[in-house]
């Protein structure tokens, strides 16, 4: 941008860019709202009729695909990012308070983690979850979520601890109060925006997870909403209408939670962006 | 957050505490890992570093579940997969995604990041259109490229409308569905690099800015001169998320190509390792696959985290 | 503290309750998922759906088959190839108990994953022994289907060609001509990826398979190659169509249905394909516009390839193994399911003193008539790439045979290196 440009340049340029980006988007909309004929032939173009036939022959499939989807999906990230929520933010102020050469060798290993992808360990999680007999199920699938998730929590966690105060803690068990009381009545509170974060993070990340759930969960569970537009696209039988409304629909719900928290998200992506 | 500073005074104290708690013996803090510390390191251990453990383990055997007996083989696994095809071309596949996905989307984040650091309705709408992609599924955003990349898609369907007698096949054709499936991820990725460069583009000071225009600096010389080296962090973040973003696609390559057409054109490590286990059933070898794939990973964001750190310190 | 004790105590009584109720019926690895405490038998059936292949088929079928049985079935609907899902599946010990129509049997014979059929069972078997393993029967012999070319007549007019090819010198004259005219002459498929090797599967049934049907059979003994002038004439025939741009490259962007949709909506003039692409044929508007031929030969002898088996397998490891034996034989020779198969999906029931319903579709009634035809002048043979158990590619190669049926449609491969890759895996897997 040249100074002598003329200040109608840049949001123009602006808004090119953005809609040129915006493409796939609209593509990804718009044909929710369109005949499956429509979709096969003109898949860019305006619906043509209106329609939202789409939708309702979604929600009221004799097989319950969406809501038996959005259930699991609910269900698995519901429960993995609670169960997260504790276990890193206790592991993080454990980690935190205690300086010593064990502790520090601890969070090596748990950083160590985040960069792990799952394909590595999936096999063998298998045979693990096999053995305590938790294939296929729902609570293998959170286990697992919270195994392999467990390490960017207790980042995020320890590193926000820095910023609470240890008198507040000291001065209470002064009072008596016991460690688990100082945490959850004074220290977790404090923590609010690291839960934001790792609470938004984890939930977008978890909902979206694809290769996890199709090898863990199988299909005796049914499948999730990732799981679910996977099977609706099959090889044999391209059913454009469920595919498209299944993935408005699924998305729907993840939107909102990152709207709702949409300031979090931002902020906990450049907290260690800004920071170095 | 509050600075380190704030908790450094308090150091001394700590210390003192922790010794008068080591007077008191183990089992307090025996009792503080237990209650706080183990069950996150156990369910970690349980179903990360043992499944690691395990698969270096079977990386050294021949072992498939259903063809027993399995047998310790050494390194052999590791010999064969110097001397395979299918694993030497799926590493350079990777390679080459993984250097357009770092490139391409660091760049043009960048550019984006400085068109839309201005405040209004306009630029804040265009955000919200950058970050979308971010809170979608990869299986959501394959399907809807995938529809966008077929023959009779979108795409083709201006480019006909253009004038082109004969379109790619983005996806059909083995030399191009490798790039399309780069630029799927770029797309993919972008948002992440412009909210990060647009943090970072937010931390320049104004003061700076303005002392560099009045020393005669136009735009473009400020740009370099302060603007650029204050964004070295953003840069260092960018490229490891998108490293280790890009090492390890697979749902991409399972819904748009199946690591095809043909043999392997679009088969990332991580496809090739998944299908190695869950499909041929070689585990042993599949886990050779991911071992190796795992070390790569590992040197690649050491060696990358090395290299912009020391940038950063040299500003 | 005590909140994490709490929830500590849960996951752990959580795990163990699942442990035990999974425990008590997986026993061998097939996780037959809950069935409840009320000891009512459930099998789980992995299934496939298609344009033919509708879930109201599958839902009525099993209701109608497992009342019979008296035993309660979990369908379960492959994601993508049905026979990568069933191994990924497999792989992660949750192989189904019943399964239909899985290719690449030996992969799941390996370890002794299926179930044999005894003789006594399969009494009702026209073909007991039909793509056997090592003469084991894991597969049930169900159905034979056959693979010929579909042609759209009104296209071919257009191009000036009176009748179907007779000769393999004909068959490229006509796509000369379709192609002169700006008509597409063949329309294949990519994923699955089968759908890009029907041509090759026909080039190989003249050239390899009507001189030798046992030539697999020597494959597999190793006293011949790919890399043999037989199997190179047939590969560089395929890997012409492709060169001269009979065979478009960009259909290997098209999924299965994808294919047909285009074949039916006039896009290119002949479709090599399964006789099930009949039902679809006779349920849309170009039916009467539909011809059939044999993938004619160079000196215009006729042979037909065909495969007989593709029914049910049962998990040999399920703990309802007998259960679900009884419900995969119950399946098969149920008569309203072979009746409704064959109109749904053109499958010809192999079943003892079964006749096919009285259907007035035009093209079915063609592709049974070439079928019957062949088998009267005993022109059938293997059908290359379809062929199971002793009769077959060994496990894992039939994918790997695709694929480079679509490297060699793109270029990437020669026939000469195509041959010398598929020698290198079948060494390898062997």
């Given at each position: 941008m040249r100074d002598t440009a003329p200040p109608w340049a840049r949001p123009l340029a602006a808004l090119a860019v953005g809609a040129f980006f915006f493409v796939p988007l609209y593509v990804g909309v718009i044909n929710t709202f369109k005949s499956p004929d429509q979709i096969r032939t003109d898949p860019i173009g305006a619906p043509h009729p209106f329609t939202l036939r789409n939708l309702s022959t979604l929600l009221t499939r004799p097989d319950n695909l969406y809501w038996a989807s959005v259930t699991n999906s609910i269900l698995v990230t519901g429960l993995s990012v609670m169960v997260l929520t504790v276990l890193s933010a206790t592991l993080g102020h454990y980690l935190a308070r205690s300086p010593s050469r064990w502790g520090r060798g601890l969070m090596l290993l748990l950083l160590c983690?985040?960069?792990?992808?799952?394909q590595v360990i999936l096999a063998p999680v298998t045979y693990v979850l096999r053995a305590v007999g938790l294939m296929g199920t729902l609570p293998g699938l959170v286990l697992f979520n919270v195994g392999y998730y467990v390490p960017f929590g207790v980042f995020v966690f320890t590193g926000f601890m820095r910023s609470v105060p240890r008198d507040l803690e000291e001065a209470a068990a002064i009072d008596g109060a016991t460690r688990g009381q100082i945490f959850w009545r004074i220290v977790f509170p404090l923590l609010r925006p690291a839960t934001a974060s790792v609470l938004i993070f984890l939930g977008v990340w978890i909902w979206n997870d694809f290769i996890d759930p199709l090898i863990i969960l199988g299909p005796s569970q049914g499948t999730t909403i990732t799981t679910g537009i996977f099977r609706s696209v099959g090889v044999w039988r391209t059913d454009y209408g469920t595919i498209f409304s299944l993935m408005f629909m699924g998305t729907i719900p993840v939107l909102v939670f990152y709207l709702f928290l949409q300031k979090h998200f931002v902020k906990g992506l450049t907290g260690g962006a800004t920071k170095g | 957050m509050v600075s380190d500073v704030a908790t450094r005074p308090r150091a001394p104290r700590a210390a003192g505490r922790t010794r008068h708690r080591r007077s008191r013996g183990v089992w307090p803090r025996v009792w503080h890992f237990l209650s706080f510390g183990a069950p996150g390191v156990l369910i970690y251990v349980c179903f990360v570093l043992v499944p690691i453990a395990v698969s270096f383990g079977y990386s050294l055997t021949n072992y498939n579940p259903f063809n027993p007996p399995t047998r310790f083989v050494g390194l052999r696994n590791y010999q064969l997969m110097l001397q395979d095809d299918a694993f030497l071309t799926s590493l350079r596949i990777t390679t080459i995604l993984t250097a357009i996905v770092v490139i391409v989307p660091n760049v043009l984040g960048l550019g984006i990041a400085v068109l839309l650091d201005r405040r209004g309705w306009l630029y804040n709408a265009l955000r919200g259109v950058f970050f979308t992609p971010m809170v979608l599924s990869s299986v959501v955003i394959s399907v809807i490229w995938t529809r966008m990349l077929q023959d009779d898609g979108p795409v083709n369907q201006v480019l006909r409308a253009l004038g082109v007698q004969d379109p790619p096949g983005w996806l059909s054709d083995p030399d191009i569905a490798l790039y399309s499936l780069a630029t799927v991820l770029c797309w993919q990725m972008l948002g992440f690099c412009v909210v990060i460069y647009l943090a970072g583009l937010s931390g320049v000071p104004k003061e700076l800015m303005e002392a560099a225009a009045i020393d005669g600096a136009g735009p473009v010389r400020r740009f370099w001169r302060v603007t650029w080296p204050m964004l070295a962090p953003a840069l260092t973040v960018n490229t490891v998320v998108l490293l280790i973003s890009a090492f390890k696609i697979f749902d991409h390559v399972q819904v748009m190509t199946q690591g095809g057409p043909g043999t392997g054109s679009t088969a990332t490590i991580a496809f090739l390792a998944i299908q190695t286990a869950f499909v041929d059933n070689h585990q042993g070898y599949a886990s050779a696959e991911a071992v190796a794939m795992l070390v790569v990973i590992a040197a690649l964001t050491a060696v990358s985290l090395a290299v912009l750190r020391r940038r950063e310190i040299d500003q | 503290m005590r909140r994490i004790l709490v929830l500590g105590t849960a996951l752990t009584v959580a795990g163990g309750l699942s442990a035990c109720s999974v425990g008590d019926q997986t026993g061998g690895g097939g996780q037959s998922g809950g069935s409840g405490a009320s000891g009512s038998k459930e099998i789980t059936f992995l299934v496939f759906e298609t344009d033919n292949l509708t879930p109201k088929f599958w839902d009525d079928n099993i209701a109608r088959v497992s009342k019979k049985v008296g035993v309660t079935v979990k369908k379960i609907v492959a994601p993508g190839d049905r026979t990568a899902y069933a191994k990924q599946l497999l792989a992660s010990g949750q192989f189904p108990d019943v399964q239909i129509g899985l290719q690449d049997l030996p992969s799941f014979d390996n370890g002794g994953n299926l179930a044999t059929f005894g003789d006594s069972e399969l009494s009702q078997f026209l073909c007991p022994k039909c793509s056997a393993i090592k003469g084991r029967t894991v597969q049930l012999p169900a159905n034979t289907q056959t693979w010929q070319v579909f042609y759209r007549k009104s296209l071919f007019q257009k191009a000036g060609i009176s009748a179907p090819p007779k000769t393999y010198a004909e068959l490229l004259a006509d796509a000369a001509a379709l192609k002169g005219k700006g008509i597409q002459p063949f329309v294949i498929g990519g994923n699955p990826s089968w759908g890009s090797s029907l041509p090759w599967t026909g080039t190989l049934t003249t050239d390899l398979y009507a001189a030798d049907p046992e030539w697999m059979h020597q494959r597999r003994e190793g006293s011949t190659k790919f890399d043999s002038p037989e199997f190179l004439k047939a590969t560089q025939k395929f890997a012409d169509l492709a060169a001269k741009g009979y065979l478009n490259k960009k259909d290997l962007g098209q999924s299965y249905d994808a294919s047909q949709a285009a074949f039916l909506d006039g896009k290119g003039a002949m479709y090599p394909m399964g006789s099930w692409f009949a039902a679809a044929s006779d349920a849309s508007k170009a039916k009467d516009d539909i011809g059939i031929f044999a993938w004619p030969a160079d000196d215009g002898s006729f042979h037909l390839p065909s495969f007989t088996g593709g029914g049910l397998s049962v998990n040999a490891k399920s703990p309802n193994v007998d259960l679900a034996k009884k419900f995969a034989l119950a399946w098969q020779t149920d008569k309203d399911y072979l009746d409704t198969s064959a109109v749904a999906d053109a499958l010809f029931p192999a079943i003892k003193g079964y006749t096919l319903p009285a259907k007035d579709g035009t093209v079915f009634k063609a592709v049974y008539d070439l079928y019957r035809e062949a088998v009267d002048q005993k022109a059938t043979v293997p059908a290359f790439g379809w062929e199971q158990g002793d009769d077959g590619m060994i496990a894992g190669m039939p994918d790997k045979w695709n694929l480079t049926a679509q490297d060699i449609i793109t270029g990437k491969k020669t026939p000469k290196q195509a041959a010398g890759y598929l020698d290198t895996e079948w060494d390898k897997s062997s």
């Amino acid at each position: 941008m040249r100074d002598t440009a003329p200040p109608w340049a840049r949001p123009l340029a602006a808004l090119a860019v953005g809609a040129f980006f915006f493409v796939p988007l609209y593509v990804g909309v718009i044909n929710t709202f369109k005949s499956p004929d429509q979709i096969r032939t003109d898949p860019i173009g305006a619906p043509h009729p209106f329609t939202l036939r789409n939708l309702s022959t979604l929600l009221t499939r004799p097989d319950n695909l969406y809501w038996a989807s959005v259930t699991n999906s609910i269900l698995v990230t519901g429960l993995s990012v609670m169960v997260l929520t504790v276990l890193s933010a206790t592991l993080g102020h454990y980690l935190a308070r205690s300086p010593s050469r064990w502790g520090r060798g601890l969070m090596l290993l748990l950083l160590c983690g985040l960069m792990i992808p799952p394909q590595v360990i999936l096999a063998p999680v298998t045979y693990v979850l096999r053995a305590v007999g938790l294939m296929g199920t729902l609570p293998g699938l959170v286990l697992f979520n919270v195994g392999y998730y467990v390490p960017f929590g207790v980042f995020v966690f320890t590193g926000f601890m820095r910023s609470v105060p240890r008198d507040l803690e000291e001065a209470a068990a002064i009072d008596g109060a016991t460690r688990g009381q100082i945490f959850w009545r004074i220290v977790f509170p404090l923590l609010r925006p690291a839960t934001a974060s790792v609470l938004i993070f984890l939930g977008v990340w978890i909902w979206n997870d694809f290769i996890d759930p199709l090898i863990i969960l199988g299909p005796s569970q049914g499948t999730t909403i990732t799981t679910g537009i996977f099977r609706s696209v099959g090889v044999w039988r391209t059913d454009y209408g469920t595919i498209f409304s299944l993935m408005f629909m699924g998305t729907i719900p993840v939107l909102v939670f990152y709207l709702f928290l949409q300031k979090h998200f931002v902020k906990g992506l450049t907290g260690g962006a800004t920071k170095g | 957050m509050v600075s380190d500073v704030a908790t450094r005074p308090r150091a001394p104290r700590a210390a003192g505490r922790t010794r008068h708690r080591r007077s008191r013996g183990v089992w307090p803090r025996v009792w503080h890992f237990l209650s706080f510390g183990a069950p996150g390191v156990l369910i970690y251990v349980c179903f990360v570093l043992v499944p690691i453990a395990v698969s270096f383990g079977y990386s050294l055997t021949n072992y498939n579940p259903f063809n027993p007996p399995t047998r310790f083989v050494g390194l052999r696994n590791y010999q064969l997969m110097l001397q395979d095809d299918a694993f030497l071309t799926s590493l350079r596949i990777t390679t080459i995604l993984t250097a357009i996905v770092v490139i391409v989307p660091n760049v043009l984040g960048l550019g984006i990041a400085v068109l839309l650091d201005r405040r209004g309705w306009l630029y804040n709408a265009l955000r919200g259109v950058f970050f979308t992609p971010m809170v979608l599924s990869s299986v959501v955003i394959s399907v809807i490229w995938t529809r966008m990349l077929q023959d009779d898609g979108p795409v083709n369907q201006v480019l006909r409308a253009l004038g082109v007698q004969d379109p790619p096949g983005w996806l059909s054709d083995p030399d191009i569905a490798l790039y399309s499936l780069a630029t799927v991820l770029c797309w993919q990725m972008l948002g992440f690099c412009v909210v990060i460069y647009l943090a970072g583009l937010s931390g320049v000071p104004k003061e700076l800015m303005e002392a560099a225009a009045i020393d005669g600096a136009g735009p473009v010389r400020r740009f370099w001169r302060v603007t650029w080296p204050m964004l070295a962090p953003a840069l260092t973040v960018n490229t490891v998320v998108l490293l280790i973003s890009a090492f390890k696609i697979f749902d991409h390559v399972q819904v748009m190509t199946q690591g095809g057409p043909g043999t392997g054109s679009t088969a990332t490590i991580a496809f090739l390792a998944i299908q190695t286990a869950f499909v041929d059933n070689h585990q042993g070898y599949a886990s050779a696959e991911a071992v190796a794939m795992l070390v790569v990973i590992a040197a690649l964001t050491a060696v990358s985290l090395a290299v912009l750190r020391r940038r950063e310190i040299d500003q | 503290m005590r909140r994490i004790l709490v929830l500590g105590t849960a996951l752990t009584v959580a795990g163990g309750l699942s442990a035990c109720s999974v425990g008590d019926q997986t026993g061998g690895g097939g996780q037959s998922g809950g069935s409840g405490a009320s000891g009512s038998k459930e099998i789980t059936f992995l299934v496939f759906e298609t344009d033919n292949l509708t879930p109201k088929f599958w839902d009525d079928n099993i209701a109608r088959v497992s009342k019979k049985v008296g035993v309660t079935v979990k369908k379960i609907v492959a994601p993508g190839d049905r026979t990568a899902y069933a191994k990924q599946l497999l792989a992660s010990g949750q192989f189904p108990d019943v399964q239909i129509g899985l290719q690449d049997l030996p992969s799941f014979d390996n370890g002794g994953n299926l179930a044999t059929f005894g003789d006594s069972e399969l009494s009702q078997f026209l073909c007991p022994k039909c793509s056997a393993i090592k003469g084991r029967t894991v597969q049930l012999p169900a159905n034979t289907q056959t693979w010929q070319v579909f042609y759209r007549k009104s296209l071919f007019q257009k191009a000036g060609i009176s009748a179907p090819p007779k000769t393999y010198a004909e068959l490229l004259a006509d796509a000369a001509a379709l192609k002169g005219k700006g008509i597409q002459p063949f329309v294949i498929g990519g994923n699955p990826s089968w759908g890009s090797s029907l041509p090759w599967t026909g080039t190989l049934t003249t050239d390899l398979y009507a001189a030798d049907p046992e030539w697999m059979h020597q494959r597999r003994e190793g006293s011949t190659k790919f890399d043999s002038p037989e199997f190179l004439k047939a590969t560089q025939k395929f890997a012409d169509l492709a060169a001269k741009g009979y065979l478009n490259k960009k259909d290997l962007g098209q999924s299965y249905d994808a294919s047909q949709a285009a074949f039916l909506d006039g896009k290119g003039a002949m479709y090599p394909m399964g006789s099930w692409f009949a039902a679809a044929s006779d349920a849309s508007k170009a039916k009467d516009d539909i011809g059939i031929f044999a993938w004619p030969a160079d000196d215009g002898s006729f042979h037909l390839p065909s495969f007989t088996g593709g029914g049910l397998s049962v998990n040999a490891k399920s703990p309802n193994v007998d259960l679900a034996k009884k419900f995969a034989l119950a399946w098969q020779t149920d008569k309203d399911y072979l009746d409704t198969s064959a109109v749904a999906d053109a499958l010809f029931p192999a079943i003892k003193g079964y006749t096919l319903p009285a259907k007035d579709g035009t093209v079915f009634k063609a592709v049974y008539d070439l079928y019957r035809e062949a088998v009267d002048q005993k022109a059938t043979v293997p059908a290359f790439g379809w062929e199971q158990g002793d009769d077959g590619m060994i496990a894992g190669m039939p994918d790997k045979w695709n694929l480079t049926a679509q490297d060699i449609i793109t270029g990437k491969k020669t026939p000469k290196q195509a041959a010398g890759y598929l020698d290198t895996e079948w060494d390898k897997s062997s």
